[in-house]
T-cell receptor, first 114, second 111 residues
Framework: DGGITQSPKYLFRKEGQNVTLSCEQN?????MYWYRQDPGQGLRLIYY???????QKGDIAEGYSVSREKKESFPLTVTSAQKNPTAFYLC?????????????FGEGSRLTVL | AQSVSQHNHHVILSEAASLELGCNYS??????LFWYVQYPGQHLQLLLK??????LVKGIKGFEAEFIKSKFSFNLRKPSVQWSDTAEYFC?????????FGKGTRLHILP
């Protein structure tokens, strides 16, 4: 089935450790996005990518990094510089011209930093 | 700062009541507008969208929204809610390839 796969679903890490969240899509979508969802804060944009080998910072990019080496993959690294990394992370993708902006979401990854 | 504002954080209604959830945005120029819904334990999914044309758009499950350009608003409505509409609702705006979400409105329908 076509869709977006995020892994792991749950992740626990110690403070000071970097962690990488995986996001893979087989929808052949051009654009991919990472959001962070916190209670009462809605979804806040971390990074997004419209095309392979290119990505832009969102509103809360500090302490995060991404890569887009393949169309179907957009991993997010939460670095030790991120001051409050415990959160629910959502990956999304969107198709190309004419349907842009209609996001398809993964199930999310819940990161807890101990 | 550019933003998307949802006026109500938590709404409680009885079944068959009418619903209106407010959404305002502060971007100028052309925008695309969306409402997404997150049912308990499920993915976020698209409820409806506005790109251009008729400012009154209809979505799934009897929802509709009206784009009022002069008011920078895109309010979500449903004439008669059901218990199954219990969910969190997010307004979103696309501008220059960025898709920005509001903080969400948690809707609780009493049976």
């Amino acid at each position: 089935d076509g869709g977006i796969t995020q892994s792991p679903k749950y992740l626990f890490r110690k403070e000071g450790q970097n962690v990488t969240l995986s996001c893979e899509q087989n929808l052949n979508h051009d654009a991919m996005y990472w959001y962070r969802q916190d209670p009462g804060q809605g979804l806040r944009l971390i990074y997004y990518s419209q095309i392979v080998n290119d990505f832009q910072k969102g509103d809360i990019a500090e302490g995060y990094s991404v890569s887009r080496e393949k169309k179907e993959s957009f991993p997010l690294t939460v670095t030790s510089a991120q001051k409050n990394p415990t959160a629910f992370y959502l990956c999304a993708s969107a198709p190309g011209q004419g349907l842009r902006g209609e996001l398809f979401f993964g199930e999310g990854s819940r990161l807890t930093v101990l | 700062a550019q933003s998307v504002s949802q006026h109500n954080h938590h709404v409680i209604l009885s079944e068959a009541a009418s619903l209106e959830l407010g959404c305002n945005y502060s971007y100028g120029g052309t925008v695309n507008l969306f409402w997404y819904v997150q049912y308990p334990g499920q993915h976020l999914q698209l409820l409806l969208k506005y790109f251009s044309g008729d400012p009154l758009v209809k979505g799934i499950k009897g929802f509709e929204a009206e784009f009022i350009k002069s008011k920078f608003s895109f309010n979500l409505r449903k004439p008669s809610v059901q218990w199954s509409d219990t969910a969190e609702y997010f307004c979103a705006v696309m501008r220059d390839d960025k898709i920005i979400f509001g903080k969400g409105t948690r809707l609780h329908i009493l049976p």
